[in-house]
């Protein structure tokens, strides 16, 4: 097998990828698999280290951290040659979850078989990319309080939670696409790539990461005592069937909204209001595990 080269965020999952990406390492070692590994110093310096990799030829580039992680790699790869292969050492993992990915034992594996498939990317406004989940409303101003608390980042979302689900007003937007307009006050928006988000919730329960289409969850304004009903069963993708929640289906969508409002791919602030989402087929190779979703 040729080089691969491990990008490591050491702040990932509260500093743990920081504590067992040595572990990672030595196992691929010991398989076979000769590995380069660089570990990042500051926010936003994956896409660089990344991009610089894909343009020097390298093969496969891995990720140990999370869905953030991932995304800043994402970033710097799309669209070359080279295969994406991920650790799972961050808080949510969905995005190496819905590639087959569950733990550091699968993740080895794989990269070591090295079974790889293309699969879409959602660019933002021509510049940027993600893979997994942006959002719109009410998660987003949760992710963002997290994001703004340096500490652990597990806790700082269930607190986010808490403190935005009592202070949060409905959002006023506007989705089109395919020739169909929805505007109305909204309680969250979901735009996704993989089924899963916010460690395993469901929102798109029917998403295809190579089917060349955007599933959109849309979650209309309601009492919060209906939102508090409806909650537990976005793990199990049942929440659709629920007055108030809607699902679409499209290509490409442009959002506005009445003041700018930000939006959030992955856990990270990606845009703000109005932009435009649009599918790129097969636009990322990536190392599959045994079981992909």
């Known amino acids: 097998m040729k080089k691969t080269h491990i990008l490591i965020n050491p702040v990932a999952g509260g500093r743990k ?96 078989q090295r079974q790889t498939k293309k699969i879409d990317l959602v660019r933002v406004n021509h510049d940027k990319f993600f893979a997994g989940t942006a959002c719109l409303g009410f998660d987003a101003e949760v992710a963002a309080f997290a994001r703004s608390r340096r500490v652990n980042p597990f806790l700082m979302h269930v607190a986010g939670g808490l403190f935005k689900f009592f202070s949060y007003r409905p959002k006023t937007v506007e989705l089109r696409f395919d020739g169909q307009k929805c505007f109305g006050d909204i309680f969250l928006v979901a735009f996704s790539n993989i ?38 069963s976005v793990y199990k993708g049942k929440h659709v069937k629920r007055k108030g929640v809607t699902l679409y289906r499209t290509e490409a969508v442009f959002i506005q909204s009445m003041g700018p409002m930000d939006l959030y791919a992955d856990g990270d602030f990606i845009a703000s209001t109005p932009v435009r989402l649009e599918v790129v087929p097969k636009c990322l190779e990536v190392i599959m595990g045994p079981s992909p979703s």
């Open 17 to 112: 990828c920081k504590k067992q990406y040595p572990a990672v390492v030595r196992r691929l070692g010991e398989s076979g698999v000769t590995c380069d590994v660089t570990v990042s110093q500051y926010p936003g310096q994956m896409t660089d280290l990344a991009s610089g990799l894909a343009a020097r030829g390298c093969e496969t580039v891995v990720v140990c951290g999370g869905d953030g992680t991932v995304n800043e790699v994402i970033n710097g790869i799309a669209g070359t040659d080279t295969a994406l292969g991920v650790v799972p050492l961050g808080t949510a993992n969905d995005f190496a979850a819905n590639m087959g990915i569950k733990d550091i034992n699968s993740a080895c594996a794989a990269i070591t």
């Open 195 to 232: 089924r899963s988000y916010a460690k395993g919730m469901l929102i798109t329960p029917e998403a295809e990461y190579d089917d060349a289409r955007l599933d959109i969850c849309v979650v209309k304004a309601m009492p919060k005592r209906k939102v508090l009903s409806i909650f537990p």
